[in-house]
């Protein structure tokens, strides 16, 4: 199997908190993850590449130092929302890339649902 | 980059009908095209992929045809089943594996009872 889990799966925090949500490969390796948010009746919006050992890719528009991402594992990354305001509220969604003896598919984890008050 | 178009954004068919949705691309070296279902709140899950050196794909219900020439590809489901109400994404990656994934703008499919 692919499994991939996310923690927490809804969080509420007061503006100008942070939040960490993990993603977790469960049952298999997993170098390269992707975080992603996605607004209500729209499509996925990858915010960052996540490789572990290495520095994640952020992409354009997307603040590196409010989205921290860390990949210390071959099972893990986080992401923390720094500094988190209202506009910030969003499904993020990660994935895991299941590259050894397969051929490269992305595992999506069940999501994080944040509202930020 | 690469930037991949969907069609239709909402789609209503007879449960029993075929429901076809469409997908274009712009880059060339896009060689890998997966298809994903959301049912409301959940994750996104893989329900069928192509690759470039195949024209057609099935398992089951579901099919995907791709026309790398044109550079379009598509989802067929036939025989709609009510379940198959949920909103469908196409993306598109290019020949690096590790390469993120490009979506489409989801299709909202209902199977009307």
């Known amino acids: 199997g692919a499994v991939v889990s996310q923690h927490p799966s809804r969080v509420i925090c007061k503006s100008g908190t942070s939040v960490k949500i993990e993603c977790r490969s469960l049952?298999?390796?997993?170098?390269?993850m992707f975080w992603y948010r996605q607004f209500p009746k729209q499509s996925l919006m990858l915010m960052a590449t996540?490789?572990?050992?290495?520095?994640?890719?952020?992409e354009q528009g997307v603040e590196k130092d409010k989205f921290l991402i860390n990949h210390a594992s071959l099972t893990l990354s986080t992401l923390t929302v720094t500094s988190a305001h209202p506009e910030d509220s969003s499904f993020y969604i990660c994935s895991a890339l299941k590259a050894a003896g397969g051929p490269y598919e992305q595992y999506f984890g069940p999501g994080t649902r944040l509202t930020v008050t | 980059g690469e930037n991949v178009e969907q069609h239709p954004s909402t789609l209503s068919v007879q449960e029993g009908d075929s429901a076809v949705i469409k997908c274009t691309y712009s880059?060339?070296?896009?060689?890998?095209f997966p298809w994903y279902k959301q049912e409301l709140g959940k994750r996104p899950q893989l329900i069928i992929d192509i690759r470039s050196n195949v024209g057609e794909k099935k398992d089951q219900r579901i099919a995907v045809t791709l026309n790398k020439t044109a550079k379009h590809f598509s989802l067929h489901i036939t025989e709609t089943q009510p379940e198959d109400s949920a909103v469908y994404f196409c993306?598109?990656?290019?020949?690096?594996?590790?390469?993120?994934?490009?979506f489409g703008t989801g299709t909202r499919l209902t199977i009307i009872p």
């Open positions: 880059d060339s070296a896009s060689n890998y």
């Open positions: 049952d298999f390796q997993a170098t390269t």
């Open positions: 996540s490789n572990e050992g290495s520095k994640a890719t952020y």
């Open positions: 993306a598109a990656r290019g020949p690096i594996l590790n390469e993120k994934l490009t």
